[in-house]
């Protein structure tokens, strides 16, 4: 027992001395940025580093459209119809409703902070840095994992298209085993040319993306047109169970995890619904990745706004009309799960359609790839602006204007995992990722607009129960069949108490006419996270496995390298300076030491210097007695240039 003892109050002395060294207190990992911090850094004078705006509102909605519309509808309807049945449809609008409350909350925090960063810049002004960290690196699942996933549809789909035109079509191409992995080379070469396009600069990306989506939206309209013509009502009210057994067709086909009765609408019953709207909310993401472009928009503060609205709509009717086309056209257990559309229409005898439709396939996915290569660099180019990435990553093209270190990185990382990783193992660790940063941005816009008299951190208190409490809710939820009804009842309850404290306390509105205001707050916020996490613990145990490596993966690159090289952590001159001075969570002892604010003319605040905190670097540079009037004067000057710079 003794020797237990020692051991543990060594591992807490060990782990207490590296946080420590490498500035992981509490304070460190929750200080935040300001608006006014953000803004001042994006609206200062250039200074080199600075991105282009030139994109319209058509080039916001072209963006959106093509990183959104895709591998959900091209790739992901059959895999997702094996879990849900034709009740795909009803996932597919379980997914937009979720994401529509997701989608108000960012709409308002991309008129508020207008920059590159998206949800991670969000976080990182309403929860604090290691919440912004790791909602950061969450979005490396959503673009560069995403951009993995869809090339591994892309290569799929070229193959089909070669052998409907009659050329030999070498397999290894396209996969070929390897160990308990299989290897795409087609896949990687996509991303490959996806990334040296997007190095061309934006605004030819850009303009190229508009012609392509103005293709892929018609070939859309032309697979609902003609596909309604070849409906048969009779494939969305089956019974196949003479034809599944064990989950397994009679054709070979194994399903997905779908416990219904194999009948009717809804095969496998409202918890099939649900997994389907776990894989299909894959689909829906892009309309987010709108607001990575908020520093190269004209007009950010109504077009951005307007093109994730804009965005979300035309993708779910879009989805939602292919989906009941392509269930009504095949039986859903024997959907095709890499090219679903073109098999379905070969399948009622219409070849000449299904090779039209590989074509717009191979279109579609090409540019989905290359707008979900898009994004990534710009989350990068501004994690790499705050310091909490490496600093070649903010280095932008002198010529073209683009993060160009952020797109190669970027470009590298889905070539290897696409090559490497398929489909089907990412596609649920890209909707988990994207879910926690969903739950994030809504919390944040509680946080932000929701406020307690006497206690600043009543607000987060509240929200933190809500979470937990729905998480639990989910769960027994999801195991209904084990869990007792008064159980999920009695959570039920409980969900609404933190709720019911949050609806009562004080909600600010925005008062500038150029911010958009997302209504109904703290309530859809609120559902909003309600969805996301019941659609996170619908996913399948592995996933969370995956998910949980690839967080801690993150914290290790956090721990060693973000966490000392924050702009905040050295005493950036503007975010540092606003960060003290106008945080609302600021408590009295942090009011404090607003007297130790180093002067901006300090040799502390030097590029390179390594410091862990300005209190410390102001410690450093010893004062005469007789200087310190001065530097109380210098103090003031600082905070009087870092005002006026916002």
Known sequence: VHAGEAMATNACGSLAQFAQRHGLSYAALMRKKTVESVMAEVEGPEDGTKLHRCLSRLDVVAYGISTTVGAGLFVITGEGARSAGPAIVVSFLLASVCCLCSAFCYAEFASRVPVSGSAYTFTYVCLGELAAWFVGWD???????????????????????????????????????????????LAMLICVACTGLLLMGVKESATLNKIMTVINVSCILFIIILGSTQVSPANWDLDVRSVVVDNTTDAGIVLGDCPGSHTGFFPCGFSGVLIGSVKVFFSFIGFDAVTTLSEEVANPHTDIP????????????????????VTGMQPWYSLDS???????????????????????????????TLCALFGQPRIFYRMAKDGLLFKFMGTVSARRRVPFWGTVVSGVLASVIA??????????????????????????????????????????????????????????VRFADVVPVAIIVILGIAVLVPAVFLARLPCAHPTSATVYACPWVPYLPLFGILCNVYLICSNQALSYLRVFLWMLIGFAIYAFYGARNSKLARGDPVSFAYSRMDNDDSSAGDEDELHEIPPLNMPTLLPGHRDSGAQDAFESVPLEDGDADSADSDVMESRSLTSSTA
Not at 158 to 169: A, H, K, T, Y
Not at 306 to 325: H, K, N
Not at 342 to 357: E, P, Q
Not at 419 to 428: K, M, P, Q, V
Request: glycine share 6%; hydrophobic share 55%; net charge negative.
């Open 139 to 185: 979005l490396v699942l959503e673009y560069s994992i995403a951009a993995a996933a869809v090339s591994r549809g892309w290569s799929g789909s070229m193959r089909l298209l070669w052998i409907q035109m009659g050329v030999d079509f070498p397999d290894w191409l396209d996969s070929f085993p390897a160990g308990s992995t299989t290897m795409s080379p």
């Open 306 to 325: 307007f093109g994730v609205m804009a965005t979300l709509a035309i993708a779910s009717t879009l989805y939602v009309g292919a989906s009941l086309v």
């Open 338 to 368: 890499s090219t679903p559309l073109a098999v379905a229409f070969k399948h009622v005898g219409l070849s000449w359609a299904a090779t039209i439709i590989a074509v717009c396939t191979v279109s579609s996915l090409s540019v989905t």
């Open 419 to 476: 090559l490497f990783i398929d489909i089907n193992i990412l596609a649920e660790m890209i909707s988990m990722g994207t879910l926690m940063a969903f739950s994030l941005v809504c919390g944040g816009i509680i946080v932000l607009r929701v406020t307690h008299p006497t206690d600043a951190h009543r607000p987060l208190h509240l929200l933190t129960a809500f979470v937990v409490l729905s998480a639990a809710f989910a769960f027994c």
